[in-house]
Protein backbone atom coordinates (compact mmCIF):
# COMPACT_ATOMS: atom_id res chain seq x y z
CA UNK A 1 0.00 0.00 0.00
CA UNK A 2 2.88 2.07 -0.32
CA UNK A 3 2.40 5.76 -1.68
CA UNK A 4 4.95 8.38 -3.13
CA UNK A 5 2.36 11.32 -1.70
CA UNK A 6 3.90 12.80 1.46
CA UNK A 7 0.81 11.76 3.38
CA UNK A 8 2.06 13.43 6.88
CA UNK A 9 1.34 16.88 5.31
CA UNK A 10 -2.28 15.51 4.42
CA UNK A 11 -3.24 13.27 7.10
CA UNK A 12 -3.76 15.99 9.81
CA UNK A 13 -6.76 18.13 7.42
CA UNK A 14 -8.27 14.86 6.13
CA UNK A 15 -8.36 13.59 10.12
CA UNK A 16 -10.79 16.45 10.32
CA UNK A 17 -14.05 15.25 9.91
CA UNK A 18 -13.05 12.74 12.75
CA UNK A 19 -11.39 14.87 14.98
CA UNK A 20 -14.37 17.02 15.64
CA UNK A 21 -16.46 14.53 17.48
CA UNK A 22 -13.27 14.35 19.94
CA UNK A 23 -14.40 17.53 21.29
CA UNK A 24 -11.12 18.22 23.16
CA UNK A 25 -7.94 19.85 22.35
CA UNK A 26 -5.95 16.47 23.76
CA UNK A 27 -7.54 14.06 21.79
CA UNK A 28 -7.50 16.21 18.82
CA UNK A 29 -3.68 15.97 19.24
CA UNK A 30 -3.52 12.40 20.23
CA UNK A 31 -5.44 10.86 17.77
CA UNK A 32 -3.64 12.00 14.47
CA UNK A 33 -0.22 11.70 16.26
CA UNK A 34 -2.02 7.66 16.91
CA UNK A 35 -2.89 7.36 13.44
CA UNK A 36 0.71 8.98 11.95
CA UNK A 37 2.56 6.28 14.14
CA UNK A 38 0.01 3.40 12.62
CA UNK A 39 1.04 4.34 8.87
CA UNK A 40 4.61 5.44 9.75
CA UNK A 41 7.79 3.39 9.71
CA UNK A 42 8.67 0.92 12.41
CA UNK A 43 8.49 -2.33 12.58
CA UNK A 44 6.70 -2.65 15.83
CA UNK A 45 2.90 -0.52 16.21
CA UNK A 46 2.40 -1.01 19.80
CA UNK A 47 1.87 1.95 21.79
CA UNK A 48 5.42 2.73 23.29
CA UNK A 49 7.20 2.09 19.93
CA UNK A 50 4.68 4.20 18.51
CA UNK A 51 5.37 6.95 21.13
CA UNK A 52 8.77 6.72 21.01
CA UNK A 53 8.62 8.28 17.17
CA UNK A 54 5.92 10.62 17.05
CA UNK A 55 5.57 11.72 20.69
CA UNK A 56 8.55 11.02 23.09
CA UNK A 57 6.84 13.23 25.22
CA UNK A 58 3.33 12.05 25.46
CA UNK A 59 3.01 8.86 26.03
CA UNK A 60 0.58 8.79 28.88
CA UNK A 61 -1.73 11.19 26.99
CA UNK A 62 -1.45 8.69 24.12
CA UNK A 63 -1.66 5.68 26.37
CA UNK A 64 -5.03 7.54 28.14
CA UNK A 65 -6.66 8.64 24.51
CA UNK A 66 -6.57 5.21 23.60
CA UNK A 67 -7.25 2.84 26.64
CA UNK A 68 -9.59 5.09 29.04
CA UNK A 69 -10.60 8.54 27.82
CA UNK A 70 -14.08 9.42 27.77
CA UNK A 71 -15.21 9.82 23.89
CA UNK A 72 -17.50 8.14 22.13
CA UNK A 73 -16.63 5.42 19.13
CA UNK A 74 -19.28 6.22 17.10
CA UNK A 75 -19.41 9.36 15.43
CA UNK A 76 -15.67 7.95 14.07
CA UNK A 77 -17.04 4.88 13.17
CA UNK A 78 -20.32 6.41 10.86
CA UNK A 79 -17.51 8.86 9.13
CA UNK A 80 -15.67 5.51 8.20
CA UNK A 81 -18.68 4.29 6.63
CA UNK A 82 -19.42 7.29 4.66
CA UNK A 83 -15.86 7.76 3.46
CA UNK A 84 -15.31 4.15 2.57
CA UNK A 85 -18.55 4.18 0.64
CA UNK A 86 -17.84 7.66 -1.17
CA UNK A 87 -14.60 5.93 -2.18
CA UNK A 88 -15.66 1.76 -3.37
CA UNK A 89 -18.97 1.68 -2.16
CA UNK A 90 -22.26 1.35 -5.03
CA UNK A 91 -23.54 -1.19 -6.99
CA UNK A 92 -20.58 -3.09 -8.08
CA UNK A 93 -19.06 -3.29 -4.40
CA UNK A 94 -18.91 -6.47 -2.72
CA UNK A 95 -19.52 -6.86 0.81
CA UNK A 96 -17.08 -9.38 2.27
CA UNK A 97 -17.36 -10.92 5.86
CA UNK A 98 -14.80 -12.98 7.59
CA UNK A 99 -12.73 -13.26 10.50
CA UNK A 100 -9.11 -12.78 11.70
CA UNK A 101 -7.15 -13.75 13.86
CA UNK A 102 -4.60 -11.73 16.05
CA UNK A 103 -2.26 -14.37 18.04
CA UNK A 104 -1.78 -13.73 21.94
CA UNK A 105 0.33 -15.03 24.80
CA UNK A 106 -1.16 -15.42 28.26
CA UNK A 107 -4.41 -15.39 29.45
CA UNK A 108 -5.50 -11.81 30.10
CA UNK A 109 -6.23 -10.21 27.14
CA UNK A 110 -10.43 -9.49 25.96
CA UNK A 111 -11.76 -12.70 24.54
CA UNK A 112 -8.28 -14.59 24.18
CA UNK A 113 -8.35 -18.15 23.87
CA UNK A 114 -7.03 -21.23 22.26
CA UNK A 115 -8.80 -20.86 18.60
CA UNK A 116 -8.91 -21.65 14.86
CA UNK A 117 -6.96 -19.10 13.18
CA UNK A 118 -7.21 -19.06 9.37
CA UNK A 119 -4.06 -18.00 8.29
CA UNK A 120 -2.17 -20.39 10.06
CA UNK A 121 -4.75 -23.19 9.71
CA UNK A 122 -4.60 -23.99 12.94
CA UNK A 123 -6.13 -23.93 16.82
CA UNK A 124 -3.81 -21.21 18.57
CA UNK A 125 -3.99 -19.06 21.30
CA UNK A 126 -5.27 -15.66 19.93
CA UNK A 127 -8.57 -13.45 19.68
CA UNK A 128 -10.51 -13.38 16.89
CA UNK A 129 -12.35 -10.16 15.34
CA UNK A 130 -15.34 -10.40 13.13
CA UNK A 131 -14.64 -8.10 9.92
CA UNK A 132 -16.90 -6.48 7.35
CA UNK A 133 -14.78 -5.20 4.25
CA UNK A 134 -16.33 -3.32 1.34
CA UNK A 135 -14.50 -3.63 -1.86
CA UNK A 136 -14.55 -2.61 -5.85
CA UNK A 137 -12.31 -4.46 -7.81
CA UNK A 138 -9.07 -4.88 -6.17
CA UNK A 139 -9.42 -2.18 -4.05
CA UNK A 140 -10.75 -3.52 -0.24
CA UNK A 141 -11.37 -1.22 2.47
CA UNK A 142 -12.01 -3.11 6.10
CA UNK A 143 -15.00 -1.26 7.65
CA UNK A 144 -15.78 -3.14 10.93
CA UNK A 145 -13.85 -5.28 13.10
CA UNK A 146 -15.78 -6.80 16.35
CA UNK A 147 -14.09 -9.09 18.87
CA UNK A 148 -15.60 -12.72 19.16
CA UNK A 149 -15.83 -13.73 22.70
CA UNK A 150 -15.61 -17.47 23.44
CA UNK A 151 -17.80 -19.33 25.61
CA UNK A 152 -15.47 -19.39 28.16
CA UNK A 153 -15.49 -15.54 28.73
CA UNK A 154 -19.30 -15.48 28.34
CA UNK A 155 -19.77 -18.24 31.10
CA UNK A 156 -16.88 -15.80 33.78
CA UNK A 157 -18.86 -12.65 34.44
CA UNK A 158 -15.66 -11.24 36.96
CA UNK A 159 -13.20 -11.89 33.92
CA UNK A 160 -15.62 -10.22 31.13
CA UNK A 161 -16.37 -7.09 34.66
CA UNK A 162 -12.05 -6.73 34.21
CA UNK A 163 -11.56 -6.35 30.69
CA UNK A 164 -14.30 -3.61 30.55
CA UNK A 165 -16.68 -5.75 28.32
CA UNK A 166 -19.89 -3.44 28.48
CA UNK A 167 -22.91 -5.60 30.02
CA UNK A 168 -24.74 -5.92 26.54
CA UNK A 169 -21.90 -8.17 25.44
CA UNK A 170 -22.37 -10.31 28.28
CA UNK A 171 -24.35 -12.54 26.09
CA UNK A 172 -23.12 -15.09 24.00
CA UNK A 173 -23.76 -14.71 19.88
CA UNK A 174 -22.03 -16.84 17.22
CA UNK A 175 -19.98 -15.06 14.74
CA UNK A 176 -22.65 -15.48 12.03
CA UNK A 177 -25.10 -13.69 14.53
CA UNK A 178 -22.46 -11.18 15.02
CA UNK A 179 -21.58 -10.47 11.32
CA UNK A 180 -25.47 -9.93 10.79
CA UNK A 181 -25.92 -7.59 13.26
CA UNK A 182 -22.86 -5.38 12.04
CA UNK A 183 -24.63 -6.23 8.43
CA UNK A 184 -27.74 -4.34 9.34
CA UNK A 185 -25.86 -1.42 11.33
CA UNK A 186 -23.80 -1.09 7.76
CA UNK A 187 -26.87 -0.71 5.72
CA UNK A 188 -28.35 1.65 8.21
CA UNK A 189 -25.58 4.04 7.42
CA UNK A 190 -26.21 3.62 3.97
CA UNK A 191 -23.11 1.76 2.67
CA UNK A 192 -24.23 0.19 -0.61
CA UNK A 193 -22.85 -2.68 -2.43
CA UNK A 194 -24.04 -5.19 -4.78
CA UNK A 195 -23.42 -8.81 -2.77
CA UNK A 196 -22.28 -10.45 0.22
CA UNK A 197 -19.49 -12.91 0.05
CA UNK A 198 -18.44 -15.43 3.14
CA UNK A 199 -16.53 -18.22 3.67
CA UNK A 200 -17.77 -21.75 4.98
CA UNK A 201 -17.34 -20.61 8.51
CA UNK A 202 -20.58 -18.56 7.93
CA UNK A 203 -21.64 -20.40 5.10
CA UNK A 204 -22.67 -23.26 7.18
CA UNK A 205 -24.84 -21.38 9.21
CA UNK A 206 -28.54 -21.48 7.72
CA UNK A 207 -29.67 -18.82 9.70
CA UNK A 208 -26.75 -16.30 8.42
CA UNK A 209 -27.92 -17.47 4.56
CA UNK A 210 -31.44 -17.05 5.65
CA UNK A 211 -30.85 -13.50 7.16
CA UNK A 212 -28.71 -11.85 4.33
CA UNK A 213 -32.02 -13.16 2.03
CA UNK A 214 -34.36 -11.66 4.18
CA UNK A 215 -32.56 -8.97 4.25
CA UNK A 216 -33.28 -8.56 0.27
CA UNK A 217 -28.98 -8.97 -0.18
CA UNK A 218 -27.42 -11.18 -2.94
CA UNK A 219 -24.92 -13.53 -1.67
CA UNK A 220 -22.69 -16.31 -2.20
CA UNK A 221 -21.01 -18.06 0.86
CA UNK A 222 -18.89 -21.37 1.23
CA UNK A 223 -20.58 -24.27 2.26
CA UNK A 224 -19.01 -28.01 3.40
CA UNK A 225 -18.79 -30.86 1.15
CA UNK A 226 -21.19 -32.54 3.07
CA UNK A 227 -24.00 -29.71 2.99
CA UNK A 228 -27.23 -31.63 2.02
CA UNK A 229 -29.13 -30.44 -0.80
CA UNK A 230 -32.45 -31.12 -2.85
CA UNK A 231 -32.79 -31.39 -6.86
CA UNK A 232 -34.41 -27.96 -7.71
CA UNK A 233 -37.32 -29.99 -9.24
CA UNK A 234 -38.21 -31.46 -5.58
CA UNK A 235 -41.70 -32.11 -4.81
CA UNK A 236 -43.65 -32.28 -1.33
CA UNK A 237 -45.60 -34.76 -1.47
CA UNK A 238 -48.41 -36.70 1.07
CA UNK A 239 -46.33 -39.92 2.68
CA UNK A 240 -47.75 -43.71 2.08
CA UNK A 241 -50.44 -44.43 4.75
CA UNK A 242 -49.31 -46.44 7.04
CA UNK A 243 -50.76 -47.66 10.59
CA UNK A 244 -52.09 -44.90 12.86
CA UNK A 245 -53.97 -42.98 9.96
CA UNK A 246 -53.41 -41.45 7.27
CA UNK A 247 -50.18 -38.27 7.83
CA UNK A 248 -50.61 -34.71 7.17
CA UNK A 249 -47.23 -33.67 6.73
CA UNK A 250 -45.80 -33.16 3.43
CA UNK A 251 -42.57 -35.19 2.50
CA UNK A 252 -39.91 -34.54 -0.34
CA UNK A 253 -40.59 -37.14 -3.20
CA UNK A 254 -36.47 -37.41 -3.08
CA UNK A 255 -33.74 -37.62 -0.32
CA UNK A 256 -31.27 -35.07 0.16
CA UNK A 257 -27.60 -35.99 -0.88
CA UNK A 258 -24.03 -34.02 -0.11
CA UNK A 259 -23.47 -30.90 -2.25
CA UNK A 260 -20.46 -33.46 -2.93
CA UNK A 261 -22.50 -35.99 -4.61
CA UNK A 262 -25.09 -33.48 -6.29
CA UNK A 263 -22.23 -32.48 -8.23
CA UNK A 264 -20.17 -35.65 -9.11
CA UNK A 265 -21.76 -35.59 -12.52
CA UNK A 266 -22.13 -32.09 -13.74
CA UNK A 267 -20.33 -30.92 -16.37
CA UNK A 268 -16.89 -28.89 -15.07
CA UNK A 269 -15.71 -25.88 -17.26
CA UNK A 270 -12.42 -24.21 -16.63
CA UNK A 271 -12.59 -20.89 -16.09
CA UNK A 272 -10.53 -17.92 -15.82
CA UNK A 273 -12.11 -15.36 -13.31
CA UNK A 274 -8.85 -12.50 -13.44
CA UNK A 275 -5.11 -12.27 -13.97
CA UNK A 276 -2.75 -11.93 -10.97
CA UNK A 277 0.97 -11.45 -10.72
CA UNK A 278 1.93 -15.00 -12.04
CA UNK A 279 -0.53 -15.14 -14.82
CA UNK A 280 -4.06 -15.67 -15.11
CA UNK A 281 -5.99 -17.41 -12.15
CA UNK A 282 -7.97 -20.64 -13.22
CA UNK A 283 -9.90 -23.49 -11.66
CA UNK A 284 -12.27 -25.91 -13.13
CA UNK A 285 -16.38 -24.99 -11.99
CA UNK A 286 -19.75 -26.53 -12.36
CA UNK A 287 -22.67 -25.40 -11.20
CA UNK A 288 -26.53 -26.95 -10.68
CA UNK A 289 -29.74 -25.25 -9.32
CA UNK A 290 -30.98 -26.91 -6.08
CA UNK A 291 -32.93 -26.38 -2.64
CA UNK A 292 -31.52 -26.77 0.36
CA UNK A 293 -32.28 -28.94 2.89
CA UNK A 294 -32.06 -26.21 5.82
CA UNK A 295 -36.49 -25.84 5.75
CA UNK A 296 -38.05 -26.69 8.66
CA UNK A 297 -37.05 -29.83 10.99
CA UNK A 298 -38.85 -33.20 10.41
CA UNK A 299 -39.06 -36.37 11.11
CA UNK A 300 -38.47 -38.34 7.63
CA UNK A 301 -38.23 -42.24 6.98
CA UNK A 302 -37.97 -42.61 10.66
CA UNK A 303 -34.80 -40.16 10.70
CA UNK A 304 -35.18 -37.42 13.32
CA UNK A 305 -33.31 -34.09 12.74
CA UNK A 306 -34.01 -34.23 8.86
CA UNK A 307 -35.02 -30.87 6.89
CA UNK A 308 -37.41 -29.71 4.11
CA UNK A 309 -36.33 -28.10 1.37
CA UNK A 310 -35.25 -24.57 1.64
CA UNK A 311 -34.97 -21.98 -1.05
CA UNK A 312 -34.07 -22.67 -4.57
CA UNK A 313 -29.99 -21.77 -5.55
CA UNK A 314 -27.07 -22.20 -7.24
CA UNK A 315 -24.80 -24.73 -5.66
CA UNK A 316 -21.29 -24.02 -7.15
CA UNK A 317 -18.16 -26.34 -7.16
CA UNK A 318 -14.28 -25.45 -7.70
CA UNK A 319 -11.66 -28.17 -8.75
CA UNK A 320 -8.13 -26.37 -7.87
CA UNK A 321 -5.45 -27.67 -9.44
CA UNK A 322 -4.01 -28.29 -6.65
CA UNK A 323 -6.82 -30.98 -6.07
CA UNK A 324 -8.37 -29.01 -3.26
CA UNK A 325 -12.28 -28.74 -4.04
CA UNK A 326 -14.50 -26.03 -2.72
CA UNK A 327 -18.30 -25.71 -2.56
CA UNK A 328 -20.72 -22.72 -2.22
CA UNK A 329 -24.21 -21.66 -2.25
CA UNK A 330 -25.58 -18.61 -4.11
CA UNK A 331 -28.72 -16.89 -4.55
CA UNK A 332 -28.00 -15.54 -7.64
CA UNK A 333 -30.75 -15.69 -10.69
CA UNK A 334 -31.28 -18.92 -12.38
CA UNK A 335 -30.14 -17.27 -15.75
CA UNK A 336 -26.29 -16.36 -14.25
CA UNK A 337 -23.77 -17.44 -16.43
CA UNK A 338 -20.64 -19.61 -14.46
CA UNK A 339 -18.53 -17.39 -15.36
CA UNK A 340 -20.21 -14.77 -12.94
CA UNK A 341 -20.28 -17.33 -10.16
CA UNK A 342 -16.91 -18.02 -10.39
CA UNK A 343 -16.13 -14.50 -10.29
CA UNK A 344 -17.94 -13.15 -7.49
CA UNK A 345 -17.16 -16.87 -5.30
CA UNK A 346 -13.05 -15.65 -6.28
CA UNK A 347 -13.43 -12.14 -5.37
CA UNK A 348 -13.37 -12.95 -1.53
CA UNK A 349 -9.65 -13.12 -2.05
CA UNK A 350 -9.52 -9.17 -1.64
CA UNK A 351 -10.75 -9.22 2.41
CA UNK A 352 -7.59 -11.67 2.85
CA UNK A 353 -5.03 -9.00 1.10
CA UNK A 354 -6.65 -6.38 3.56
CA UNK A 355 -6.14 -8.16 6.72
CA UNK A 356 -2.56 -8.95 5.77
CA UNK A 357 -1.55 -5.57 5.20
CA UNK A 358 -4.00 -3.98 8.30
CA UNK A 359 -1.41 -6.37 10.04
CA UNK A 360 1.79 -6.31 8.70
CA UNK A 361 2.00 -2.79 7.83
CA UNK A 362 -0.71 -1.14 10.25
CA UNK A 363 0.13 -3.30 13.45
CA UNK A 364 -3.74 -3.99 14.17
CA UNK A 365 -2.40 -7.15 15.96
CA UNK A 366 0.62 -5.13 18.01
CA UNK A 367 -1.72 -4.19 20.55
CA UNK A 368 -0.39 -4.96 23.72
CA UNK A 369 -3.35 -3.79 25.99
CA UNK A 370 -5.85 -6.26 27.37
CA UNK A 371 -9.12 -4.11 27.71
CA UNK A 372 -12.11 -4.34 25.29
CA UNK A 373 -12.11 -0.43 24.98
CA UNK A 374 -8.65 -0.20 24.35
CA UNK A 375 -8.44 -2.78 21.76
CA UNK A 376 -11.48 -2.05 19.77
CA UNK A 377 -10.32 1.78 19.56
CA UNK A 378 -7.08 0.41 18.54
CA UNK A 379 -8.62 -1.57 15.67
CA UNK A 380 -10.87 1.64 14.85
CA UNK A 381 -7.91 3.42 14.46
CA UNK A 382 -6.15 0.99 12.20
CA UNK A 383 -9.24 1.09 10.12
CA UNK A 384 -8.93 4.96 9.56
CA UNK A 385 -5.38 4.38 8.82
CA UNK A 386 -6.14 2.34 5.95
CA UNK A 387 -8.91 4.08 4.85
CA UNK A 388 -6.54 7.07 4.61
CA UNK A 389 -4.12 4.95 2.54
CA UNK A 390 -6.61 3.99 0.17
CA UNK A 391 -7.58 7.87 -0.09
CA UNK A 392 -3.94 8.80 -1.34
CA UNK A 393 -3.91 5.34 -3.47
CA UNK A 394 -6.85 6.08 -5.65
CA UNK A 395 -6.74 9.79 -5.73
CA UNK A 396 -3.03 8.85 -7.24
CA UNK A 397 -4.83 6.32 -9.73
CA UNK A 398 -7.43 9.11 -10.93
CA UNK A 399 -4.15 11.73 -11.54
CA UNK A 400 -2.09 8.73 -13.28
CA UNK A 401 -5.84 8.09 -15.44
CA UNK A 402 -6.29 11.60 -16.28
CA UNK A 403 -2.12 12.18 -17.51
CA UNK A 404 -2.54 9.02 -19.58
CA UNK A 405 -5.94 10.59 -21.27
CA UNK A 406 -4.25 13.88 -21.52
CA UNK A 407 -0.90 12.32 -23.24
CA UNK A 408 -3.45 10.14 -25.37
CA UNK A 409 -5.55 13.30 -26.67
CA UNK A 410 -2.81 15.03 -27.71
CA UNK A 411 -1.03 12.31 -29.32
CA UNK A 412 -4.47 11.26 -31.64
CA UNK A 413 -5.01 15.39 -32.20
CA UNK A 414 -0.62 15.25 -33.58
CA UNK A 415 -2.17 12.36 -35.56
CA UNK A 416 -5.18 14.01 -36.83
CA UNK A 417 -3.39 17.24 -38.03
CA UNK A 418 0.06 15.38 -39.46
CA UNK A 419 -3.07 13.24 -41.50
CA UNK A 420 -4.70 16.47 -42.56
CA UNK A 421 -1.27 17.76 -43.68
Keep these: MSTSIAWEHELQSWLEPFLKPLRHPARWRMCPLYVAGLIGPGERKSLQPMAARVAPADYDQLHHFVAVGPWDEAPLKAELLAQANRLVGGPDAILVIDDTALPKKGTQSVGVSSQYAGALGKKTNCQSLVSLTLAKGEVPIPIVLRLFLPDTWIADPERLQHAGVPEAFWVERSKPEMALEELQQVMQAGV ?230
Design 192 to 421: SFGAVLADAGYGISAPFRQGLSALGLAWAVGIPRIQKVYPADVRLVLPPVTRGGPRKTLVPDEDSIAAEAQLAKSSWQRITWRRGTKGPLRAKFAAVRVRVADGPEVRLQGRTGQHLPGDEVWLVGEHRSSGERKYYLSNLPPDTKLKQLASLIKARWVCEQAHQQLKEELGLDHFEGRSWRGLHRHALLTLIAYLFLQHLRLRAAKREKKKIQRATATTDAAGCSAHAA
